[in-house]
């Protein structure tokens, strides 16, 4: 894996000192997503910065055996003795804008000897990014999350925090403030907004940023995930990016887009203008891949128990293997590309994810499923047009168009099972996760789906 030479990173982690000093800050967080996707991190003191940026936070490795209901899963080596360091990228640092005096760094996790940890997300994607890079690609992405603003009725409990209806001017209106507040906080950051509307469910929002690079994109959506929550706490409001927070609304997905490019940045290659369909072979394959493990890559891409309220048929959020041209029903979308701007804007679509996925995992097993397609040069199979629950039993059979997981224990089972994606997580970060969903999916079954419902919706 390439690594960029020791007398960049002292300088980027000399400018991040400086530049923490010169704005006044008094904490420095170092964040991480778990295995459940949850944010979490510690926090150093500007005066301790400098060694902290080389010398990271130390951190129980039992931290990657913890679930979203703060329950730590059984797994060999994660227990009470042993610690890992959480040590920054200084690349990712950024002033936090909701947070008084605080900034955020996002951290690589390392072993005592300095290298690598088997169970951290961040260097699995980064694996993958590099074997993709083997084969000529560089892969471009952007997470589009949907996400619900949250208000406290007279009882004290959070309810949606307008009924506003879709792509309605009086949601524009109604969230107003809290939006053009977060866009600001979003800039500052360097995170360029693309488009902003108020979604089909109360009070959700579906605020979008520009692509990047595939690690850059997911380092973005857990500063754009915290970015909302920390602006909408500074109006009194929460907000959900749970897949299903309140079961009589539309849920929320996290829709994946993703292309693969040249080395040098500068050729879409799942761009073919001159076919029908304005994809490459190579895109062809690819999504090929993806469709051929999606089983499995959903236990990583729809990653809580709660996905499944939305993963539904006729929700517009996909529940049958199959890819479409702006087929809102479909696994994977083909969207338009941009007039005038087709070769550059030609993506694929991952209707099915969400943001309780880890976006390094879910990135990564996409990159990893879809290299399989190209690899064994899969072939797509046809595209579907229509809603795929519209169709007979044998249509849907002649299509492909088999059912998606309707849990996650039937995620996490066909995850557990496909070779391929277990292979490229490796044994200590497979086993790590299964065990924390696991976990998940014995707690849940013991309560009822008010309990689902309420852990879910703040947790993410």
């Keep these: ?4 030479p020791a007398t960049d990173v002292a300088a980027q982690r000399a400018r991040v000192v400086e530049q923490a000093q010169a704005s006044d800050l008094r904490l420095v967080r170092f964040l991480y997503c778990d295995n459940d996707g949850i944010i979490r991190g510690k926090a150093t003191g500007v005066s301790g910065l400098g060694s902290r940026l080389e010398t990271g936070i130390g951190l129980t490795v039992a931290m ?19 610690e890992i360091r ?10 936090a804008p909701y947070a008084p005096r605080t900034g955020v760094v996002l951290i690589d996790m390392l072993t005592s000897d300095r290298r690598p940890y088997a169970a951290d997300p961040r260097w699995f994607l980064k694996r993958m990014i590099d074997r993709a890079a083997g084969r000529g690609l560089r892969i471009v992405a952007a997470f589009e999350p949907e996400w619900s603003l949250a208000a406290l009725d007279p009882s004290g409990s959070w309810v949606p925090a307008d009924q506003s209806l879709c792509f309605s001017t009086h949601g524009m209106n109604d969230a107003a403030e809290v939006i053009d507040d977060i866009v600001s906080a979003l800039e500052a950051q360097g995170l360029q907004v693309e488009q902003y509307y108020p979604e089909l469910g109360w009070a959700q929002q579906e605020l979008s940023i520009a692509h990047r690079p595939a690690l850059r994109a997911a380092d973005a959506h857990l500063l754009y995930r915290e970015t909302v929550r920390g602006v909408a706490a500074r109006h009194g409001l929460r907000a959900s990016f749970a897949p299903k927070p309140w079961a009589d609304q539309a849920g929320n997905g996290c829709h994946l887009h993703f292309s693969a490019w040249d080395l040098d940045g500068r050729t879409n290659l799942f761009s073919d203008t001159s ?8 895109a062809r394959q690819f999504m090929a891949g993806v469709l051929g493990h999606l089983g499995g890559l959903l236990g990583l891409t729809c990653a809580s128990a709660n996905s499944y309220r939305r993963l539904q048929p006729q929700m517009w959020a996909s529940a049958y293997r199959v890819w479409g041209p702006d087929n809102r029903e479909a696994a994977l979308r083909l969207p338009s590309p941009y007039w005038g701007m087709e070769a550059e804007s030609t993506n694929v679509e991952l209707k099915a994810c969400d943001s309780s996925c880890n976006p390094y995992l879910a990135l990564g097993g996409v990159i990893a499923a879809g290299l399989d397609g190209i690899e064994r040069q899969l072939e797509l199979p046809p595209p579907v047009t229509v809603d795929p629950h519209s169709l007979d039993d044998e249509e849907r059979a002649r299509l492909g168009a088999t059912r998606l997981p309707q849990g996650l224990s039937e995620a996490v089972a066909a995850l557990r099972e496909d070779f391929l994606m ?22 849940l079954a013991e309560r009822d789906e008010a309990y689902e419902y309420e852990a879910h919706r703040f947790a993410y």
């Design 275 to 282: 076919n029908p369909q304005g994809i490459s072979p190579v």
């Design 64 to 82: 990657q055996a913890f679930s979203m209901l703060d329950h730590l899963a059984s797994v060999d080596g994660m227990g009470p003795a042993g």
């Design 422 to 443: 277990m292979d490229a997580l490796g044994d200590r970060l497979s086993t790590s996760y299964l065990a924390v969903k696991d976990l998940d999916i014995a707690a």
């Design 1 to 4: 894996m390439a690594t960029e």
């Design 86 to 95: 959480l040590v920054p990228d200084p690349e990712t640092f950024v002033i």
